[in-house]
């Protein structure tokens, strides 16, 4: 079953269920992808809607931040909550034991030695790691092995 098969049944259960913020926030997600869908008038795969889901629960958290440091915890605990949703649909993230023997792979399969280097060990990594970590921790893992 397709992500976006699996959102759409869901969004069903929600519905029967009345639990508002899941139903929302899934309503959210296929709309987001519906819309890239129409914008480029082909069919997202798994991993291009993942890529979308990772880019929404990457909005939420930053939208936490800017929040809490504004001081209405009451909207970041709805974007928590959003995030929680999203996070169902994600694979399962990746440990930091994990994310570092990508890391050590990619730099040694890339021959990378300089940060000028950086830029093919991320153009690597990424399919490898597409929702399963953050892209930014993944960012300073590799400048701390290539200085």
């Given at each position: 079953?397709?992500?976006?098969?699996?959102?759409?049944?869901?969004?069903k259960?929600?519905?029967?269920?009345?639990?508002?913020?899941?139903?929302?926030?899934?309503?959210?997600?296929?709309?987001?992808?519906?819309?890239?869908?129409?914008?480029?008038?082909?069919?997202?795969?798994?991993?291009?809607?993942?890529?979308?889901?990772?880019?929404?629960?990457?909005?939420?958290?930053?939208?936490?931040?800017?929040?809490?440091?504004?001081?209405?915890?009451?909207?970041?605990?709805?974007?928590?909550?959003?995030?929680?949703?999203?996070e169902?649909?994600?694979?399962?993230?990746?440990?930091?034991?994990?994310?570092?023997?990508?890391?050590?792979?990619?730099?040694?399969?890339?021959?990378?030695?300089?940060?000028?280097?950086?830029?093919?060990?991320?153009?690597?990594?990424?399919?490898?790691?597409?929702?399963?970590?953050?892209?930014?921790?993944?960012?300073?893992?590799?400048?701390?092995?290539?200085k």
């Amino acid at each position: 079953m397709s992500l976006v098969d699996q959102l759409k049944d869901q969004m069903k259960q929600a519905m029967r269920a009345k639990e508002k913020v899941r139903l929302g926030t899934i309503r959210m997600a296929l709309a987001a992808i519906k819309q890239i869908e129409v914008d480029t008038r082909e069919t997202l795969t798994d991993d291009q809607a993942i890529a979308v889901l990772t880019k929404m629960v990457k909005q939420r958290r930053d939208s936490i931040a800017q929040y809490s440091a504004a001081g209405r915890d009451e909207l970041a605990a709805i974007e928590a909550d959003e995030i929680k949703v999203l996070e169902d649909f994600l694979p399962q993230p990746l440990s930091e034991e994990e994310i570092a023997q990508l890391v050590d792979a990619s730099i040694t399969e890339m021959g990378a030695s300089s940060m000028a280097d950086m830029g093919k060990v991320m153009g690597a990594l990424k399919p490898k790691v597409l929702g399963r970590a953050d892209m930014a921790a993944i960012g300073a893992m590799i400048r701390a092995k290539l200085k």
